[in-house]
């Protein structure tokens, strides 16, 4: 068996090295760089099995049958199952994701390989792989959606909680290669999961509806949290009380600044988007309540810094989550270019950027200054490190976890 992945990010990455333990695996990718990383067996994402993955590689313990390429011929040729794991951004002025990229690599592999099954693992639009099927006239394209989550990702698919694979169920071929990728992701697993086989289409509404669960829970709480806030109540005692109940369940309930991150903004609006001329209130609602919660923020940073003889807000770094190595939309960044948007000044703390300005506003690697200047210090996350400065600091990180 061999396979071919396009794209090495967190998608495509995790499962190149999950299915390169029992296949032969390719990946493909059109950033120089991170083919030659892959090449020294260096990640070029932050991802610690990932990471532990390619040094076993690298040292011959645990040989994984992986090579990366730039070059798309060369990397689709022969192959039994191509992936497609490239970025799909939404895209405003369309209302919907913009999904170049899932198309140029489905052309890429097709010139390689006429007969390969491919399976897109992008996230798309509801309807997408049936309507690529028909525009290309191609029968040989099925949709995985996929659920790791960043940092987390090689963990993620070696423990999924669930397999699902969409193909054309008119298609008794679709419906097979359907499950023959399945049994692929199955068998790299370290833990068994469900394995689910539906319409394209379904597992594309899947994806969507499960992130958007997702969206809606944290979007709740920290509604919760903004009513507590501007009552005098405490938060944390109300949502403790609240989660204890077993429906509700105490996971996934710690206040932030908002939903962000590189999935669960976009995916809210495409959803929104496919519901076009079907009734709706709470998808649109999940997707306002995320600006709602920025302005508040905001607000209240703001009502503090006024109380300064000169403002100055600091940001303590940019990343969504505490670990994460990047700042793909995280929810901070909205409420900077809201307090800036007041003609507040900004100075921002975050050591893995190395350009000395983000968006206008200084960036420092200095902590110490930092916490000296900033009057204010905004944290989505906690860090021990603000210890010394808690009066300084807004967050709304209650439980001081993920
Ligand atoms: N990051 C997540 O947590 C996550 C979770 C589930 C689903 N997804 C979805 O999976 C997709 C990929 O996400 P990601 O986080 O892995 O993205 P990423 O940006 O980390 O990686 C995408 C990779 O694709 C490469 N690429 C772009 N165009 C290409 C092309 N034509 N051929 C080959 N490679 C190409 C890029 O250089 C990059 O390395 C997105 O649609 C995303 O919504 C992401």
């Known amino acids: 068996?061999?396979?071919?992945?396009?794209?090495?990010?967190?998608?495509?990455?995790?499962?190149?090295?999950?299915?390169?333990?029992?296949?032969?695996?390719?990946?493909?990718?059109?950033?120089?760089?991170?083919?030659?990383?892959?090449?020294?067996?260096?990640?070029?994402?932050?991802?610690?099995?990932?990471?532990?993955?390619?040094?076993?590689?690298?040292?011959?313990?645990?040989?994984?049958?992986?090579?990366?390429?730039?070059?798309?011929?060369?990397?689709?040729?022969?192959?039994?199952?191509?992936?497609?794991?490239?970025?799909?951004?939404?895209?405003?002025?369309?209302?919907?994701?913009?999904?170049?990229?899932?198309?140029?690599?489905?052309?890429?592999?097709?010139?390689?390989?006429?007969?390969?099954?491919?399976?897109?693992?992008?996230?798309?639009?509801?309807?997408?792989?049936?309507?690529l099927r028909e525009r290309l006239g191609d029968r040989r394209i099925l949709f995985s959606p996929e659920f790791l989550r960043e940092g987390r990702a090689l963990h993620d698919n070696l423990h999924p909680s669930r397999i699902i694979v969409g193909a054309d169920e008119s298609d008794p071929e679709s419906m097979e290669a359907a499950r023959r990728f399945?049994?692929?992701?199955?068998?790299?697993?370290?833990?068994?999961?469900?394995?689910?086989?539906?319409?394209?289409?379904?597992?594309?509404?899947?994806?969507?509806?499960?992130?958007?669960?997702?969206?809606?829970?944290?979007?709740?709480?920290?509604?919760?949290?903004?009513?507590?806030?501007?009552?005098?109540?405490?938060?944390?005692?109300?949502?403790?009380?609240?989660?204890?109940?077993?429906?509700?369940?105490?996971?996934?309930?710690?206040p932030s600044f908002g939903y962000g991150g590189y999935c669960l903004p976009k995916d809210t609006k495409q959803l929104l988007a496919n519901y076009a001329d079907v009734p709706q209130n709470v998808m649109g609602a999940v997707v306002d309540a995320n600006r709602t919660r920025k302005d508040f923020v905001a607000d209240q940073v703001l009502e503090r810094a006024s109380a300064l003889e000169e403002p100055l807000v600091g940001v303590y770094r940019l990343t969504m989550k505490t670990g994460s190595d990047n700042f793909r939309a995280s929810s901070v960044q909205g409420v900077m270019k809201r307090v800036k948007a007041k003609g507040v000044p900004v100075l921002v703390y975050e050591p893995t950027l190395s350009a000395p300005e983000f968006f206008g506003s200084e960036v420092t690697h200095d902590l110490e200054s930092f916490k000296e200047r900033a009057g204010v210090i905004v944290a989505n996350r906690w860090s021990d490190e603000l210890a010394d400065v808690v009066g300084k600091v807004y967050t709304r990180d209650l439980f001081k976890r993920d």
């Open 1 to 131: 068996m061999r396979i071919a992945v396009a794209g090495t990010g967190y998608v495509g990455l995790s499962l190149a090295v999950l299915l390169a333990r029992g296949s032969e695996v390719v990946a493909v990718d059109v950033v120089p760089a991170k083919v030659e990383a892959l090449a020294r067996w260096e990640s070029p994402i932050r991802d610690a099995e990932i990471e532990e993955a390619l040094a076993g590689a690298a040292s011959g313990e645990r040989p994984l049958a992986l090579s990366a390429t730039l070059d798309a011929g060369e990397g689709y040729r022969n192959i039994d199952f191509a992936v497609v794991a490239t970025p799909t951004d939404y895209d405003p002025a369309r209302n919907f994701f913009n999904t170049s990229s899932v198309e140029a690599a489905v052309a890429a592999i097709r010139a390689a390989s006429p007969e390969a099954w491919i399976v897109v693992k992008s996230t798309v639009p509801v309807g997408y792989t049936a309507q």
């Open 182 to 254: 399945a049994n692929l992701l199955a068998e790299g697993a370290e833990d068994e999961a469900p394995v689910l086989v539906m319409g394209s289409t379904e597992a594309e509404a899947v994806k969507l509806f499960a992130n958007t669960f997702l969206a809606l829970r944290v979007a709740y709480f920290n509604e919760l949290d903004t009513y507590a806030s501007s009552r005098g109540l405490d938060a944390a005692r109300v949502i403790e009380g609240v989660c204890l109940d077993p429906r509700v369940g105490s996971h996934y309930n710690n």
